[in-house]
Structures are given as structure tokens and as C-alpha cells.
């Protein structure tokens, strides 16, 4: 999944806390253009996405379904030559932001569900605070993208049965003791129609 590069994740998705208790992150990251959210939730050292409990650390459960409300959505940089990216922010079931970014080949097939990872690729930026902040990343490596429309200024589409695990913001390399989480379906619209 090398085109979910650094210049489609850095967007919207930031590393986060380490460390089970007081929350002690720092406000900004390696990535000057990057800025950490400060959260009253104490984060665990296995996972930003993570709180912790009286039982111990926490993962989020399902925070993205069909039904969560679209807040705003946007075309981003493409990541690489012959690449579109779209994102699109959400209430999640949780009560907190988050967004998903859809990254695809210009040339993706339309109408076709296509595997994550075959010239289609998808990430969740987790309990964001701006538009470059957010608590953790997650990247899908499994389910499908069925395309509707994609074009320079627009892709939309269906995401189904996504599994989505937690990542390094800065080399995408799954956390070992990272939270996961699923998509089972979810449409996105960014952008303008296509000509």
C-alpha cells in the first residue's frame, strides 16, 4: 500500500499518546505541519486510539457505520502521478470526528468492486481536531471499493466489509498491539460530478 504516502495520511491523521494514565503527548509532532490534539481521555502506551479502563487498555469500538452523519468533504492532493484522493468528515457513532480518505488509480474501474489494494486503497483518521490533527490512523487492508465516479474533481462510491488497523502515522506499518476496527459499509460522495 505504498501510495497511502505520507502526503495522503499526513492530511488528516497525526500519531498520538503513549503511555497509560495522565495523557502527557506532546502538541506538536516530527511533521511541523502536524499538531497532536489535546484530550482529556488518558491514552495507553499499546495504541493511541486506546483508553484506558479500570481493566486496562480499551480499543474504540465500531465508530463508522452506513448511517453516520457527513460533516464535509473534500478532494485532496493526489498522493502520487495517475492518483485521486477524496475525504470525507463524520460524526461517528462515538460522539467524536473522524475522517476517511479514498485513494484510487485515474484509471480504477467503475461499477466493480475492487479490493483494497488494487489500485484502490482507504484510510480512517481517528478522533480528529483539525484538519491536519487527529488522534490516530488506521489503514484498511482488507474489504472493497466500488467505484461510482472518479475524475480530477470528484469520486464517489461504496466501501464494504473494510478492516481497518491501526498505523504509524509517519511509516503506515501496523501497530503490533494496535487497536482494529471494520467498515461493513459506507458511501462516499467528494467533490464535483465528473464530465
Not at 32 to 55: G, H, I, L, Q
Not at 136 to 157: D, E, F, P, Q
Amino acid at each position: 500500500m505504498s501510495i497511502q504516502s505520507h502526503s495522503t495520511i499526513a492530511l488528516l491523521a497525526a500519531s498520538a499518546a503513549f503511555g497509560c494514565g495522565k495523557d502527557e503527548r506532546n502538541n506538536t509532532s516530527p511533521d511541523a505541519a502536524m499538531t497532536m490534539p489535546d484530550s482529556s481521555a488518558p491514552a495507553c502506551t499499546c495504541s493511541p486510539a486506546a483508553v484506558c479502563r479500570d481493566t486496562g487498555c480499551t480499543c474504540p469500538a465500531g465508530f463508522i457505520t452506513s448511517t453516520s452523519p457527513v460533516i464535509a468533504n473534500a478532494m485532496l492532493a493526489p498522493p502520487a502521478a495517475g492518483y485521486l484522493s477524496g475525504a470525507v468528515s463524520l460524526s461517528g457513532t462515538d460522539a467524536k470526528y473522524h475522517s476517511i480518505i479514498v485513494t484510487a488509480q485515474q484509471i480504477a474501474t467503475l461499477g466493480q468492486a475492487l479490493p483494497i489494494g488494487t489500485g484502490v486503497y482507504a484510510a480512517v483518521g481517528y478522533d480528529y481536531a483539525s484538519a491536519t490533527s487527529a488522534r490516530s490512523v488506521y489503514i484498511a487492508n482488507g474489504g472493497t471499493v466500488m467505484l461510482t465516479r472518479r475524475c480530477a474533481g470528484g469520486i464517489a462510491g461504496t466501501l464494504t466489509n473494510v478492516t481497518l488497523v491501526e498505523a504509524d502515522y509517519q511509516t503506515l506499518v501496523p501497530l503490533p498491539n494496535g487497536c482494529t476496527t471494520t467498515i461493513s459499509s459506507f458511501a462516499f460522495d467528494v467533490g464535483a460530478a465528473c464530465p
